[in-house]
């Protein structure tokens, strides 16, 4: 690879890169919440989420004072929460520390929670156009195929080989250097089966395509298998009220809510003591389908229950909510989308 080559990319960019949302206006904050938003979620998903966050928080002030259950409603079905809460951690440290603005080095990006090494040289490429190579997936996939690297792709030599192979081409603008490799990655040099090379400005430079040998890279270590924990989901109401709960403040999904529920499959018979056990007069249960959600190391295999109640139980902490609350006010996981689709459609 040559600065000719590095050249053609930044014209097939030009020409044939994504018009998304947040490169209409590279400001350090639009970067910091795209780039957080597109972590684990498929840049589809995340265009009207990035719009609808930015109608309600428009600043990184208006995300500083922000409620809780304001933000995790906004990010509700993206996942991985904790995203959202380092984010709003992060912005209230700007706000406290930096006067509102986003740092432009590297060293304080790195002092704010939710901010790594990839998401700080994000900033600064995009942002800021200083001289950082942010390397992601599509980069590693691209290099990997280009040198026809024998290595684990997954592993930090890889990504500083990566940084070091593309840090001599980053040239006046390397937000746009940046953008446009990982362009290459989502639409031409792809993830799964044949890449389309005919229509690759690396073509006349990448080993592997010299070689026919496209499909060989990048080489992964194959994960573990994932865990599978049983669950059983009651979604119970009485009348025009529906029960959910709080889950802890920490760990997976922390302080998220959700339908009541037991790391437990059980049988109606069973499902029905547990409820009596629990305090709860049935007046209806039914069966809903199976369905499961998959985590990064977990699966989650629910069944549910359909639960009338015949009258409220006598207990006062239980939160009872209606229709409109879980739509609009409560953010339930989409590891429980299943059970919100069933009541609310």
């Known amino acids: 690879m040559n600065k000719q080559n590095a050249n053609h990319l930044i014209e097939w960019f030009h020409n044939f890169g994504r018009d998304l949302p947040w490169r209409n206006n590279p400001t ?15 840049v589809e998903a995340v265009k009207a989420y990035y719009t609808r966050f930015l109608d309600t928080l428009p600043d990184i002030a208006d995300l500083a004072k922000c409620d809780e259950d304001v933000y995790l409603k906004l990010w509700q079905g993206l996942g991985y929460y904790s995203r959202v809460r380092n984010l709003h951690k992060g912005a209230v440290k700007v706000m406290d520390e930096y006067g509102g ?38 980069l590693l996939r691209v290099f990997a ?10 592993t930090e030599e890889a ?77 119970i109401h009485y009348q025009n009220q529906y029960l959910i709960d709080k ?12 339908f009541t529920n037991i790391d437990q499959k059980l049988d109606e018979d069973e499902a029905k003591a547990w409820l009596i056990q629990n305090g709860f007069a049935i007046q209806k249960i039914e069966n809903l389908h199976e369905c499961k959600h998959v985590f990064t190391h977990l699966i989650w295999q629910m069944h549910g229950y359909d639960v009338e109640l015949k009258q409220l139980p006598n207990k006062n902490d239980l939160l009872w909510v209606s229709k409109e609350d879980l739509e609009n006010k409560y953010s339930i996981p989409s590891a429980f989308s299943y059970f919100l689709k069933y009541l609310l459609f």
């Open 28 to 42: 350090p904050y639009h970067v910091w919440l795209s780039e957080i938003m597109l972590q684990q979620t498929r």
């Open 101 to 138: 603005v986003i740092p432009d080095n590297q060293e304080d990006l790195l002092k704010i929670p939710g901010i790594g090494q990839y998401t700080s040289k994000a900033i600064l490429s995009i942002a800021y156009q200083k001289p950082y190579v942010a390397v992601d997936g599509n």
């Open 145 to 154: 195929r280009l040198t026809c690297y024998d290595k684990d792709i997954k």
């Open 159 to 235: 990504k500083n080989a990566c940084n070091d192979f593309f840090y001599p081409f980053l040239g006046l603008r390397p937000g746009d250097f940046n953008q446009a490799l990982m362009d290459l990655g989502e639409l031409v040099c792809l993830p799964n089966g044949q890449p389309k090379c005919e229509r690759c400005p690396f073509n006349n430079c990448c080993k592997a395509y010299k070689k026919d040998k496209m499909t060989s890279y990048p080489i992964i270590t194959k994960k573990q298998k994932k865990k599978t924990i049983e669950k059983t989901v009651f979604v």
């Open 247 to 258: 889950r802890a403040d920490t760990g997976l999904l922390a302080s998220l809510y959700e």
